[in-house]
């Protein structure tokens, strides 16, 4: 089933991917409640990254922030996997997002803009939400960025 928000990204340029598999013991979703957690998504694109390492090092922050829009479509497929429908969802709640960062790299805010811009530009004001971006050292299969979302969903 495909909706409003799926047209939108459509128009924007996006097919929803199919839900990354989990690389451990965990679940893409989970719904309690009205709100929906994802685990932190990589980048990936059909079962692979599609660059690794740091930003600021062997990642250019252009490259890193389109990673990070990535990572924000593979959370919205996790969404629909337990939501169903994405027009269910009332609003982004919050958004953190994990940058692997060279040492004197200091752009995380602006690499997490990826996944920001393209929430705001699929959900419109439901898209708006608080965030945290985290420098981190490494991540999971040397990924750039991961980023994990809580969304609520309409009851």
Not at 3 to 19: C, D, I, K, M, S
Not at 65 to 71: I, Y
Not at 80 to 92: E, F, M, N
Request: glycine content about 10%.
């Amino acid at each position: 089933m495909s909706g409003r928000v799926e047209a939108q990204l459509a128009e924007l340029g996006h097919t929803l991917p199919e839900v990354v598999p989990p690389l451990a013991s965990y679940q893409p979703a989970v719904q309690s409640g009205v709100y929906v957690y994802t685990a932190g998504q990589l980048p990936m694109v059909e079962g692979k990254l599609p660059v690794t390492g740091k930003v600021g090092a062997e990642v250019t922050p252009e490259e890193a922030t389109q990673l990070a829009e990535r990572c924000a479509l593979n959370a919205l497929a996790a969404v629909k996997s337990v939501a169903g429908d994405l027009d269910r969802i009332k609003r982004v709640v919050k958004v953190v997002g994990f940058v692997a960062s060279a040492s004197d790299f200091t752009g995380q805010p602006a690499v997490l803009n990826g996944a920001s811009e393209l929430l705001g530009a699929a959900l419109g004001e439901r898209g708006v939400h608080a965030r945290s971006a985290v420098g981190v050292a490494v991540l999971p299969m040397d990924s750039p960025v991961e980023v994990e979302i809580q969304v609520e969903l309409e009851s």
